[in-house]
Nanobody, 123 residues
Framework: QLRLVESGGGLVQPGGSLRLSCAVS????????IGWFRQAPGKEREAISG????????IYADSVKDRFTISGDNKQRMVTLQMNSLKPEDTAIYSC????????????????WGQGTQVTVSS
């Protein structure tokens, strides 16, 4: 059983930055990949980025490449998503999730989820 808690969301102006954190606790945390997803109102959930249990990372969404960076400590207990140059279309609820092994863009394969944190980009 894992527990994931997101923090760091909020209201930011276009062009601004936010840093989201996902605190992970529980049994055998190092065996799990952590992924970040977002869901905007009326839209499907979108895979943003993930970090493997081995430490490798990947950015999935073309819309956030060169703007978002994922990082994690070597024990997978804190995974951070640094978001720069934010745009109004980045507005969504951002959630982190965990699955055994390597990360995937398929949300259905993630076993544990946090409660989500709201990110609003608006002037």
């Amino acid at each position: 059983q894992l527990r994931l808690v997101e923090s760091g969301g909020g209201l930011v102006q276009p062009g601004g930055s936010l840093r989201l954190s996902c605190a992970v606790s529980g049994f055998a945390v190092r065996n799990y990949a952590i992924g970040w997803f977002r869901q905007a109102p009326g839209k499907e959930r979108e895979a943003i980025s993930g970090i493997n249990s081995s430490g490798g990372s990947a950015i999935y969404a073309d819309s956030v490449k060169d703007r978002f960076t994922i990082s994690g400590d070597n024990k997978q207990r804190m995974v951070t998503l640094q978001m720069n140059s934010l745009k109004p279309e980045d507005t969504a609820i951002y959630s982190c999730a965990a699955r055994p092994g390597e990360c995937s863009r398929a949300a259905a394969t993630y076993r544990y989820w946090g409660q989500g944190t709201q990110v609003t980009v608006s002037s």
